[in-house]
């Protein structure tokens, strides 16, 4: 039974792999300050092989000997996305980044680090040039530089592996709304309009269940992927945010979407991706868009404001 620190499992990510790992067989420990009040880990409480600690990553003496005490780390905590991180950039470089760098500098050279990072590091692409593991990185954000800031350091060690998400949909217990399909999604439920700029904007996605089982295949696989990275995508979700405005619209036909000529995007990034490299290893997501938009489209009869975002 591997021993496995989580930072920041209590978020969007974490408190779908916590239980996961549980049900695994994994004694798992999380550490999370619960900034968003989330009760998101509720359920997990019952396993024996669990441990939650309240505190915050920044927290270095308790993380040093935290470190101490496990066989694999899982840095998720961060915080995510463009608008949070500019309205605090001191905080996202100190969680992001710095954070990272005091767990690097304390594991052990035997001890994995599985890390997510976000595949937006790639910026503005090139038009109808995939973006694999080798194309340059022109982080635009402060998000963006932190997280690559953060691969940068783990993977100056053979024993990590880097997953660049795209950009994550679908239902969580700590959710969010906030994110781009989530977003649309839940704007065609409520209001059944929405306005969009920039619509020629190009994104991938993946859906947090198979984020979760991308986790699973790199703990299983660990020997073979180490000591790199690896986009993590739906080869068949490259789409603009007209184009899944319209994916959406085949779900919800009263669903109105209008592209505006003015206006920005507050996270200007651009491109498509390649995901070969991790399909190659054996791994296949099961979760389309179209599956995670109906999944939405249910789980938003259950939730109806906007707390579960980050900003």
Known sequence: MKKILITGGGGYIGSVLTPRLLHEGYQVTVLDNFIFKQNSLADCCLFDNFQIINADVRDEILVKNLISKHDVIIPLAALVGAPICNKDPQAAWAVNAHAVEFITKHASASQWILMPVTNSG???GEKDKFCDENSPLKPISVYGKSKVAAEKLIL??????????????????????????????????????????????????IHVQDIVKVFLHGLNNFSTMRGTMYNVGLNDANLSKLELAEKIKQELPDFYYTEASIGEDPDKRDYIVSNDKIIKTGFNPEWPLTRGIKELIKGYAIISNSRYTNI
């Open 122 to 124: 790639y910026g503005v």
């Open 156 to 205: 100056q060690r053979e024993n990590s592996i880097s997953f660049r998400l795209a950009t994550a949909f679908g239902m969580s217990p700590r959710m969010r709304t906030d994110l781009l399909v989530n977003d649309f999604v839940y704007r065609a439920v409520n209001d059944k309009a929405l306005v969009i700029f920039e619509g020629h904007f190009k994104r991938n996605f």
